[in-house]
């Protein structure tokens, strides 16, 4: 073997060997001491310079190159993640009235609720004693009347904030907690990724210090220049809705978006085109690589100094970079800068890689520089969709001054929609995987809308910072587009879902997709088959006849369960609304629901507080066969969604050998005045061994009144009644219901207090096992094995991750 071939397989060692540390550090479920990791990438090092000076040629050497750089990388992934970690909210911080001065230090996106802003700490004191706090933060500061406990306060109306601003706010904060839920979105990842280690709220109260801009800096020019573009563009688009669009095309402002087009645009497969994408960074690229090379041939003596193709590829990534750094500068537009720097190093350095190499090299440099890319859905989608098109490629093509230009045009065509074929047979198993579903239509929707956003939408829409008459103009061509893509996303079948598959059952499918779509004879193409039929053939285990399981969802300060039998799924309340853009049922439920391979037959509504009925409408929206359950009153806005049966006690159905029984409300309390709590519909479900009640917000006096029959009432799990309030859980109820384990759904440091601290005492006094949304995440609970309970955050620990002691309950 020659010295160039060694060097190249130990190279090659190296890049996978980077990939696959970051990869198993990001496994730890804890992280060890700083010092710890600094010593083992030191040693890990002085490894790898020994491995690549081992004499020989074989397997030995490559393995000893592979280890040590695997430890290398894993050493400082983990260096860098204990030094950011030590940076986090002291926990005594957590709820205190605090003092803080800072800057401004992004783009405040506003919604009908109020503002969420990044907030750059300068200084904070708690009372006169000053404090330390991580250095970013994420803020909302949200007006008008606020209640709680009954309670109503009035807040200050949030004010015209800008990047680069300084103010001194008075904060509460608390550590970075999301919902943790069986495929769903990591949000506390997502706060990691973008260096949060607190978020918070403005109070704006009357009586709180009022907020106080203290003066305009110089820091964060190029988000001081997205916001005024952005001001802007609002300012000559007349129709919000576009604007909204357009804004997101330009600066990266997706929280413009309004909902409905982003249905649309997930229904037709569009949703990564309309944000500042890999796409657009890569084609923005190419377009500046060929304006800096027809510039660069225009001087014979630049020309001479430099060939015009590598300053053309200099220049093209440059000014990509200058492009994603303007548009916010968002993990996938940094992922592809550097991708395209890496494979723009090896074109520089005139090196004629396999292309294996060039993909690896590229993953490798993405890795190094951003070792959490390998957890996002983008990293893989966008990775394996160019391995696909690497490996599918056609072969060389003929010198093409001797083509015709028809037949060049024909060709390019031609090819455009083979890569579109290529990328969605291969990228289908990979969706499912991550999204629960594909678009039937994408790739008719990709035909259209890549070109038109790209050559057409994209370039008016950064030509209007210019010329601003051009930003109307592109609201029209984003008009245009959207009309086509509401018509496809109104087809029948326009998605397709189904159960998300296992990770080796992904894996094999993409190796059968790209089997299929590579240039190779049929035969060997169809070996592709069998390979995806675990992807589409994959169904999740279901209870035995006679068996159930209960899933509560971790959704916040509201309820949501789901209960499986068999061969039947019933939704017992959907969780609460975030805001008029977000509910529990569009970020939890559904994805939960299409990942499970879910058809729903039942939804009960407990009763109408927004915090058990937020996510209803989507969860009606995407399961049109399920029957509406509830005590909602006549007129409410979802009994014209969906009409709805009254729920009343008595009423009961059996699915697959499990009971469902209604205990309470009692029909002649509708004819009653009462609070909504009061008539909350209290479900009980077992079988002839073991039993779960869901009590919705029930408080004493109904208590009072069921534990008056304390046999129908058993139980073995108890859904805690009002997420724990001291209204609730009585005593005389909890000796009636004699639980062994309880679940408390609610929010973390929710303002409410829930799960009351006499309460907590309550069941712990009575030995009865109390799991919380905050500390356990999602909980799963199976009548086959009544004792144990499955908590989502212990299942799969991960660093980052917040762990809530079970005292948090003060609210924030």
Known sequence: MSTHARSGSAFAACLLGVVLGAACQLQQPRLWPLALYAAGSVCSALLLVLALRMPGRGLARWLAVLAAAGALSAGVTGWRAAAYAATRLEPALEGRDLLVTGVVAALPHRSEAGLRFRFDAESARAGTQPVRLPPRLMLGWYGGAEAAEGLFSLERQPADLRPGERWEFALRLKAPHGSVNPHGFDYELWLWEQGVQATGAVRAGLRDPPPTRLGATWLHPVEQARHRVRERIHEGVAEPRLAGVLAALVV??????????????????????????????????????????????????????????????????????????????????????????????????????????????????????????????????????????????????????????????????????????????????????????????????????????????????????????????????????????????????????????????????????????????????????????????????????????????????????????????????????????????????????????????????????????????????????????????????????????????????????????????????????????????????????VHALLAGDIEKPQEALLAAQPEALRANLLLVPHHGSKTSSSEVFLDAVRPAIAVAQAGYRNRFGHPAPEVVQRYAARGIALSASPVCGALTWRSEAPAAVRCERAAFPRYWHHHAAPADKDGA
Not at 612 to 617: D, E
């Open 252 to 689: 990266g402002d997706q929280g413009a978006i309004e909902r409905a087009d982003w249905d649309v645009y997930r229904a037709t497969g569009m949703a990564h085109l309309m944000s500042i994408s890999g796409l657009h960074v890569t084609m923005f690229a190419w377009a500046a690589a060929a304006l800096v090379a027809a510039l660069w041939r225009r001087s014979g003596r630049l020309c001479l100094a430099w060939p015009a193709q590598h300053a053309a590829l200099a220049g093209g990534i440059a000014l990509a970079a200058g492009y994603a750094l303007f548009s916010g500068w968002g993990v996938p537009a940094q992922r592809t800068v550097l991708m395209l720097a890496a494979v723009g190093l090896l074109r520089l350095g005139v090196r004629d890689w396999p292309w294996p190499w060039v993909w690896l090299f590229a993953c490798a440099t993405v890795v190094a520089v951003d070792p959490w890319a390998l957890t996002q859905a983008g990293f893989w989608l966008s990775f394996v969709a160019v391995g696909v098109l690497f490996a599918s490629g056609p072969a060389r093509q003929e010198a093409q001054a001797a083509v015709p230009w028809r037949r060049r045009v024909l060709d390019a065509l031609r090819g455009m929609l083979r890569e579109q074929a290529v990328v969605t047979v291969a990228l289908t198993p990979l969706s499912l995987l991550l999204f629960g579903q594909v678009s039937v239509v994408g790739l008719a929707a990709n035909l259209v809308a890549i070109p038109w956003v790209t050559l057409v939408v994209t370039p008016l829409g950064l030509a209007g910072v210019l010329a601003a008459p051009l930003w109307p103009v592109a609201a029209q061509a984003i008009e245009l587009l959207g009309a086509v893509l509401g018509w496809l996303a109104q087809w029948p079948f326009a998605t397709w879902s189904a159960a998300a598959p296992p990770a080796w059952a992904a894996a094999a499918g993409v190796a059968g997709g790209v089997l299929l779509a590579a240039r190779l004879p049929w035969p060997a193409r169809a070996f592709g088959v069998p390979l995806l039929m675990p992807v589409f053939l994959w169904q999740p285990q279901r209870p035995a006849p006679g068996e159930f399981e209960l899933l509560a969802a971790d959704v916040g300060q509201g309820n949501a369960i789901l209960v499986r039998t068999a061969r039947h799924t019933l939704v017992y309340d959907s969780g609460p609304g975030y805001g008029r853009d977000s509910d529990a049922g569009q970020r939890v439920l559904v994805p939960l629901l299409r990942a499970l391979g879910e058809n729903v037959d039942t939804l009960v509504l407990s009763h109408r507080d927004s915090d058990h009925t937020g996510g209803a409408a989507a969860v009606l929206r995407m399961q049109p066969q399920a029957r509406l359950v509830s005590s909602l009153e006549e007129g409410h806005p979802l009994q014209a969604l969906r009409p709805s049966q009254r729920c009343q006690a008595g009423q009961a159905w059996e699915w697959d050998g499990v009971r469902f029984e209604v205990l309470h409300p009692a029909a002649g309390d509708y004819a009653v005045r009462k609070r909504p709590n009061a008539l909350s519909c209290v479900l009980r479900v077992g079988n002839a061994r």
